[in-house]
């Protein structure tokens, strides 16, 4: 009987701890769409930010003056955790695809080779077969090409 | 490989469209090694400008012959913004043998189409997608980087060294020496970032503050990385006081929908000179990421040391309430100062929020989870333990 009693209130303290920790607990969702994050957050007010595992020089991102807009990221992957003033949360990843992405634009009557990626990119110019130059672009940058070959791109290391 | 390309240009008599574009995502996708591993990938090839075209995929570089690509040649449809394809790579043991990065390459290359009217060959583009296989170096082995964020005049610089243990055991200790010197080779500081612990193929960063006493150009980092009696050198070059402008405030005042947005623009000229023909250029995008407006102002002359406000107008006729992102991008002769924008439209309110806008400078809140856990471990043990006594002497005293 008094072992029964025992149980039960260990269950019950139990089960308070859980639900107060539940409530506690800073939830938070990331969704990524291209270069821009965004964090939605019931409990958490701020999001610690990291580029390393063991988030060494993080930055932190307060939810009440970001609100529901998203914040650019340069590509990457970066762990996250989210805060309030009690709790800090589990470790969460994600990703910041790179993208390379070229344009020859004609429309000034000569041809401009155009970076609307998001990272450096280095070209390779290839003609008949042969590397013969190659051009660094950073994205945004453009550059006058001679209107032949072939123009490989790829992420800068 | 080269010859395939070269081929498929040939064998293609063309009018060539005035934009020719292809975009392809992830740039870069790093594995670390592990035998016999085998693994499916997703990437993307973007069509920027929603045309119809074909792409060639295809393999090459050293690991072509552990990489399974399952399409050749795909079409698209102007509807369709980006297609989804799938690779599939297996590591063989023969990779293992030497140590460091192994590359693979999926080749994305717009074919242009074939016309009854032209046979002129212009440029093609082929965008590349790297897979990078990382085989781990015998015992410790680390590669870094130096990044120098805030140099500005009579500030504080942080020295950020990125490293990554690419060796097979683990560094207990890695700190970093930084000496600095002018462009005559003299130096004028020597900085000692902090201690960190990594792990085989972790990445972690080492930081130090330095303050800037020195006057604005171009110095060199010559940085000495040290892990665990083991060290490595590189050299970096910075520069003090290199951002002349800044963008200090965006301010939009009694904004309407539909009608003419009015933008003020707040910079300043941290330079010790005057800054001519300085203006701002706003583009905001929408959903597709196509400039829906590009605004500027008129050209100002910034003076040395001061703040002006650069007015630009913004039409938003058409335009509908939502989030947009955008870029702002304040130029002075062949330099530019930018800032990326998220705007929010509503019926009669427009927020900007700039990149880093709300980014702390310090001081994380709360109690690690771990912490956490732990502390409701001992008061469990304590409750439990408190009952047990409780009892053991209720019961000891009713018999």
Known sequence: MKTRKIMIMQMGFLVLVLVGLYFAYPKADVSVSGNFVKFDSINANVIM??????????IYLDLEEVGDSPVNFKPGTYYWKSANSLIQGFRGKFVVDSEVGMVVDREGGGADLVNVGNVKINITKGG?????????????????????????????? | MRNKLFL??????????????????????????????EKEVDFSVLNNEHKEMQVFLMVQGELNDSITLFDGMVEFMPSEESKSFKYKYKLSDSISLKPGPHIAEIVA???????????????????VSQIYVQVPYPGKFVEADLNVLDAENNGTATFIVPIINRGKLGIGDARAIIDIYTALNEKVGTIDTDYMPISPGERTELTAKWNVNVPSGNYLAKVTVFYDGESINFEKQFSVGSQMLSIESILVNNFQLGEIAKLQILVENKFNQDLENVFANLLVYNDENQAMADVRSAAETVSALSKKELVAYWDTVGVKEGEYSGKLMVKYGEKSADKNLVLKVSEDSLDIFGVGYAIRPKGGKGVDMTTILMVLVIILLIANLSWFIFFKRFIGKRK
């Open chain 2, 109 to 127: 290359l717009e074919v242009p189409k074939a016309s009854d009217t032209g046979t002129y060959v212009g440029a093609t583009v082929a965008v």
């Open chain 1, 49 to 58: 930010i990291s580029e390393n595992s063991d988030f060494s020089n993080p």
């Open chain 2, 8 to 37: 498929i240009l040939v064998i293609s008599l063309l009018v060539l469209p005035s934009v020719l574009s292809l975009g392809i995502t992830p740039g870069r996708t790093t594995i670390e090694y592990v035998s016999g591993l």
């Open chain 1, 128 to 157: 008949d077969g042969f590397m013969v130059g190659h051009i660094i672009l950073e994205p945004e940058e453009s550059q006058e090409i001679e209107d032949f070959g072939e123009y490989i791109g790829r992420e800068e290391k």
